[in-house]
């Protein structure tokens, strides 16, 4: 964050001094809400969790080098004390142990203060420049891709994995200071009007919008309710700004009318303006490409895995171009860019021969469309085809949809020619999954339904052999990584690739 007193912190977020001694002793560091990360000069948070109150942790921060804390009482040492304003933040998914007194809702309001007038200033003052991504799947890996077509222009800070709430959006806009040129985020929502908050807490100069699926469709009811909310940050945007667009996607495309930023659109449209030909995937399901923009083309060979990527790298592509990158930069930059989140698309291979597809950070049925896409591309397009394993479990927020589109995954494993398909779960969407296999015409045990993840451990472990390929992928409550931890050692800290 930009340096800051004791004093102005507690104006900026409406606060009041307790127990402090040199109103302006400045916070030179970052804001930290895990006592166990605090360094000289920073600002501790001291936040209700699910399992402790970061209240009772202030001493530990302040005595491993914390200028203050902020806090919603006092705690005995320096802190900035901030009243309970329920309703100030979105609720979206951050876990507050007990805030029936709004103490929780009062810190993340001052949070989200806070790295708004950080962010501001430091736009004012050293021209950094905000971009934010959103859109039903894709955030992260796209996230990822700016970083890195960004890096060779300058300081990037983005959030690890997808720290993209209430939270984690704040706490990563703090983590800018006067050396980053460029702060990358992304903006979640499980309902209207939160990327709208979000954007004002970090106000973006250039909005991606990626796609609009159906993820979270229990909660926004839907398509067009999702495309509603999505359309939240090109509105954000100023009209200095930039909103880049899907071209192949009519909801996103149509976002143009919504804004008052200079659009450009990108995808395989030929309507697009910085778009990809001559798509083609590799043994690896790594998506080789010509990229043209500006009236000039280069070939693309990404690192990463899945043709869905390429989409991503075209937005990736556009926000460099206009950060000043040429092309060839990004090219470059695109090119070498490998996955930087964890259970997205991490493919390893193990001293076994068997090579593991962990994408089960999460999942939605577009994100699962595509990681079986990728799965059968990796498995069939090598010299000798590999027998491929599909191992799927629930995904979450769908509504009255859940079921439909559970039975419209499991027929299109069948359809792709997934070799075995293990579903996981004792639920009717997990039933309905196998279900649409076996009436899309799975045979014998091409279809498995289990009930746990020890069950799918076992099987896995009977029958999986040297050169066969295995994804794993459903919604993050279920915790299917175990199945891809256990047989990558990753536990153990097997990183074989």
Not at 77 to 84: E, L, N, Q
Not at 138 to 162: I, Q, R
Not at 279 to 286: C, K, L
Not at 374 to 381: E, G, Q
Request: charged residues 20%; proline residues 4%.
């Amino acid at each position: 964050m930009i340096e800051m007193t004791l004093r102005e912190i507690a104006d900026v977020v409406g606060g009041e001094l307790h127990d402090v001694s040199d109103p302006q002793a400045l916070v030179t560091g970052s804001v930290e809400f895990d006592s166990r990360r605090i360094g000289s000069g920073d600002l501790f948070l001291a936040l209700p969790g699910a399992n402790s109150d970061g209240h009772d942790y202030a001493g530990t921060a302040i005595a491993a080098g914390a200028v203050a804390v902020l806090a919603a009482r006092p705690v005995g040492v320096p802190a900035i004390v901030v009243a309970p304003d329920l309703g100030s933040v979105p609720a979206t998914s951050v876990a507050l142990s007990s805030d029936e007194d709004g103490s929780g809702a009062a810190v993340l309001a001052a949070l989200a203060e806070l790295a708004r007038v950080s962010t501001e200033r430091l736009a004012e003052r050293t021209g950094l420049t905000v971009v934010g991504v959103t859109g039903s799947s894709g955030k992260t890996s796209t996230k990822d891709l700016l970083a890195a077509v960004l890096a060779p222009l300058g300081a990037v800070v983005a959030p690890p994995g997808s720290f993209n709430n209430e939270l984690g959006h704040p706490w990563t806009a703090l983590r800018a200071g006067p050396d980053t040129r460029f702060l990358a985020l992304e903006l979640s929502a499980r309902g209207r009007g939160h990327i709208a908050a979000l954007a004002r807490i970090a106000p973006p100069r250039i909005g991606v919008v990626l796609n609009v699926g159906t993820a979270h469709l229990g909660e926004f009811g839907s398509r067009e309710a999702i495309a509603q909310a999505k359309g939240e940050l090109v509105e954000a945007l100023p009209a200095e700004g930039l909103a880049v667009l899907n071209a192949d996607d009519p909801n996103v495309a149509a976002m143009a009318s919504r804004t008052s930023a200079r659009v450009v659109k990108v995808g395989l449209s030929g309507d697009a303006d910085i778009r990809a030909t001559d798509v083609r995937t590799d043994d690896q399901a790594r998506a080789h490409f010509t990229l043209h923009a500006r009236g000039a083309s280069i070939p693309v060979r990404l690192a990463v895995h899945g043709e869905h990527q390429v989409g991503n790298a075209l937005a990736a592509a556009a926000v460099a171009l206009e950060c000043g990158a040429d092309l060839a930069t990004v090219a470059a930059a695109l090119s070498g860019a490998t996955a930087a989140s964890v259970r997205r698309m991490d493919v390893t291979t193990t001293p076994t021969g068997v090579t593991v597809i962990n994408d089960s950070y999460n999942a939605n049925p577009d994100s699962v469309r595509a990681a079986l896409k990728a799965l059968v591309t990796l498995a069939k397009s090598a010299d000798e085809p590999r027998r491929s394993w599909a191992v799927l479990g629930e995904m979450g927020e769908l509504g009255d949809t859940s079921v439909i589109e559970h039975d419209a995954i499991g027929r299109l494993a069948v359809r792709l020619d997934v070799d075995r398909l293990i579903v996981v779960g004792t639920g009717r969407p997990s039933h309905g999954m196998h279900q649409g296999a076996v009436m899309e015409g799975s045979w014998g045990e091409e279809s498995i339904l289990v009930p746990d993840i020890d069950a799918a451990i076992a099987l896995l472990d009977d029958e999986i052999a040297a050169g066969d390929v295995v994804l794993v992928k459903a919604s993050k409550a279920v915790g299917l990584w175990a199945v891809a931890e256990h047989l990558t050692g990753a536990a153990e800290g097997n990183t074989a690739r």
